[in-house]
């Protein structure tokens, strides 16, 4: 079955950086489209960055607010994408989500906590 396993959360500091994997396994994920949401408590879900597959050129996309501090990458290679956070502000606390573009099938989630 579709399975999508988030790891890498965790409290840092602002300023500081965190790198998100997801794992996934159950469908062909090197030529599925996949992406990061979150959501913040309190909120409602927002998107953060898009992965396409090599069919789509491997084009990345970027919420303006994380454009510039945030990398999406993928390694079809292990089944994993990921999500490196650089600069991080208590604004980006929220619960990081991956999932599929095309039908929002998402993970449990892992939690981001920016705090001094």
């Known amino acids: 079955q579709v399975q999508l396993v988030e790891s890498g959360g965790g409290l840092v500091q602002p300023g500081g950086s965190l790198r998100l994997s997801c794992a996934a396994s159950?469908?062909?994920?090197?030529?599925?489209?996949m992406k990061w949401v979150r959501q913040a408590p309190g909120k409602p879900l927002e998107w953060v960055a898009t992965?396409?597959?090599?069919?789509?050129?491997?084009?990345?996309t970027y919420a303006p607010y994380v454009k510039g501090r945030f990398t999406i990458s993928r390694d079809n290679a292990k089944n994993t994408l990921y999500l490196q956070m650089n600069s991080l502000t208590p604004d980006d606390t929220a619960i990081y989500y991956c999932a599929r573009l095309q039908d929002d099938y998402r993970g449990q989630g892992t939690q981001v906590t920016v705090s001094s």
């Open positions: 992965s396409f597959h090599p069919l789509a050129h491997n084009i990345t």
């Open positions: 159950g469908f062909a994920f090197a030529s599925t489209a």
